[in-house]
């Protein structure tokens, strides 16, 4: 059969009035999250998919805008009619996270209490705080429990996160390019793209809406930094190698070799769209994430609680979130003795894989979810 | 070093074995589940397409979990809703603490290893018993190729010399000799040929070889 996307689709907003206590102890009083939906739910209301999304990503999983049909949602590849997430058997719901800035209540919204934007003053939210308003949503759609909950990279450890939090809530947990929690490297590598966009003189410590400016350069550098771990050194040296854009050394600082001229691309794309403001949030979520920090850094125990089964794919050439790290979940959720796949890709792209159409990939969560399909009949 | 009232005890198989058994179950796999308890915690090592461990898990309600390495296989566990884990059989030992399964089996993969005495000492410490198969190098038909000049090709062997994963074959005399030395403490023995037990000359006459033994 032939695979297809979802078509047009349009987001939808939930507003929620009771207050929203986070793990820093602040709480929000009243926000709203933004979603999309596919496919239907079924009368048992048992075949829906949360798929969570990571830094930089939103709702729009899948499909296309009427509006703006260029917008086609981040992981189309992954969902949709004869997709491995297979629209056609489950209802898939993408929600943009707290903090966020693409609809959802973050710093660029009004801050009921003052009238005027969040900005610095947003909470620190967690990964454990957006899965919490992530079941907030589910009530309110009238989903007890999920048939699996699905992310790549910081999607996945909210997917991870879920099956710790609420385990009776979920069926599956599909994580794809996770770490149980970041390393010195990766720490230090957000805190450089936090520092990027601290120092832009147009953040002004985080209310630059008020000033009618955008923090552009900083977001700019903070992206370029970042992309660089998404790839593998073999995929850019494959895509640019030293190539020169210039006919030789200008002897000079523009972008002569490719690799710069991609890079400043990249960030000078990502500064038009993203909120500099949210970018230093979700990346201290990041940062935070450790469910094992509870428990004196024992995986076993803070996974202890966990009932889903679970499909972990790594790839090999991921330096961000190595294999090595995912393979720490899996020796943890044997020693527990939970159902778990775990595939370790041999893929060129580094983290960046999750977001990329790779045969062995696809086929093995499409397999996943067949499983999980014939488990519900649905 | 083998204890004959054990050998006795496998070559019967269970007497109490009412399972219908998988027609298409490889005959080593038949003997490795008759050695498995039911509801054990099992690690498959080099586990295919998970034939053994779907056995397993529907006759003896086993959680099992296997490790494998080819894509192709992983695929077929997951098709048949299994536990697997993509890891070559080295690092997928060392992810496991000591003593953490019942079982560890590792079927017709001890010849294509080569850290042999290694991966032995890694299943004796995982696990409270270990079960491996392997063909038997000294089976008549074997001798007879070398007697004619040729390396032996067989069903159980089918490659040629040049292009053989296996690099450690042995015989069962070899390996008994070895898990003495590794200090393997061997609890069954069943030596076969077509599914069956050999009794008669089994050193030449069988096929397969297939072991269970616990650390001393």
């Known amino acids: 059969m032939r695979s297809g996307s979802v078509g047009f689709v349009t987001p939808q907003s939930m507003r929620f009035e009771e207050p929203l206590e986070l793990a820093s102890g602040a709480r929000i009083v009243d926000y709203e999250l933004c979603y999309e939906t596919y496919g239907s739910l079924n009368a048992e209301r048992d075949n829906a998919v949360l798929i969570c999304h990571a830094l930089n990503a939103s709702h729009h999983v899948a499909g296309r805008y009427a509006d703006h049909p260029e917008q086609i949602g981040w992981w189309d590849n992954m969902v949709g009619p004869g997709r491995p997430v297979d629209t056609r058997r489950f209802f898939v719901i993408g929600v943009n996270n707290l903090g966020s800035c693409f609809g959802s209540t973050g710093p660029m919204s009004t801050n009921p209490a003052t009238g005027r934007p969040y900005g610095a003053s947003f909470p620190v939210v967690t990964v454990e705080d957006w899965v919490d308003a992530q079941a907030r949503l589910a009530d309110r759609l009238g989903i007890r429990r999920f048939a699996a909950v699905m992310g790549g990279s910081l999607g996945a450890m909210q997917a991870l996160s879920w099956t710790i939090r609420y385990p009776e809530r979920i069926g599956h947990c599909v994580a794809i390019a996770i770490t149980p929690r970041l390393s010195a490297q990766n720490i230090a590598f957000n805190d450089v793209a936090r520092a990027a966009i601290r120092s832009d003189p147009d953040f002004h410590g985080g209310d630059y809406y008020a000033k009618g400016v955008v923090p552009k350069s900083g977001l700019r550098v903070a992206r370029m930094i970042g992309h660089i771990t998404y790839l593998s050194d073999d995929a850019m040296a494959e895509k640019f190698g030293r190539s020169l854009r210039t006919p030789d050394y200008a002897f000079g600082f523009g972008a002569e070799f490719e690799v710069e001229s991609y890079l400043r691309y990249q960030g000078d794309k990502f500064s038009e769209y993203f909120d500099a403001n949210t970018y230093l949030l979700i990346t201290r979520a990041l940062d935070y994430f450790d469910p094992a920090r509870e428990y004196g850094g024992d995986l076993v125990q803070a996974l202890a609680p966990a009932l889903a089964g679970f499909l972990l794919v790594s790839f090999t050439t991921d330096w961000r979130f190595a294999p090595a790290r995912t393979r720490e979940i899996v020796e943890a959720l044997v020693v527990n003795g939970r159902e778990v796949v775990y595939a370790a890709i041999e893929a060129p792209h580094g983290h960046d894989a999750f977001l990329l159409d790779d045969g062995r990939y696809h086929r093995l969560v499409a397999a996943y979810f067949e499983n999980i399909a014939q488990e519900l009949g649905c | ?216």
């Open chain 2, 1 to 216: 070093m083998l204890m004959t009232a054990d050998t006795r005890d496998l070559s019967n198989s269970s007497p109490a074995a009412p399972v219908a058994r998988a027609p298409t179950l490889r005959d080593d796999l038949r003997q490795i589940a008759d050695w498995i308890a039911d509801g054990a915690h099992v690690l498959d090592l080099g586990c295919g397409d998970g034939s053994l461990m779907a056995y397993l898990r529907e006759s003896r309600a086993a959680r099992v979990y296997g490790v494998e390495i080819a894509d192709d296989s992983i695929l077929q566990c997951v098709r048949r809703g299994l536990s697997v884990i993509q890891a070559d059989l080295e690092s997928g030992l060392r992810m496991f603490p000591d003593r953490m399964f019942d079982t560890v089996v590792l079927s017709q993969t001890l010849q294509a290893m080569h850290e042999t005495e290694a991966v032995l000492r890694e299943m004796a410490r995982v696990g409270r018993q270990g079960i491996v198969s392997f063909p038997n190098f000294g089976h008549w038909r074997h001798l007879a190729s070398l007697i004619g000049g040729r390396m032996p090709v067989s069903p159980q062997m089918p490659y040629q010399w040049y292009d053989t994963p296996n690099v450690h074959l042995c015989t069962p005399k070899d390996f008994e000799i070895l898990a003495g030395r590794l200090g393997l403490m061997i609890t069954g023995r069943a030596l076969l040929a077509n599914g069956e037990p050999v009794n008669v000359l089994p050193g030449l006459r069988s096929k397969l070889a297939v072991y269970r033994f616990e650390p001393k």
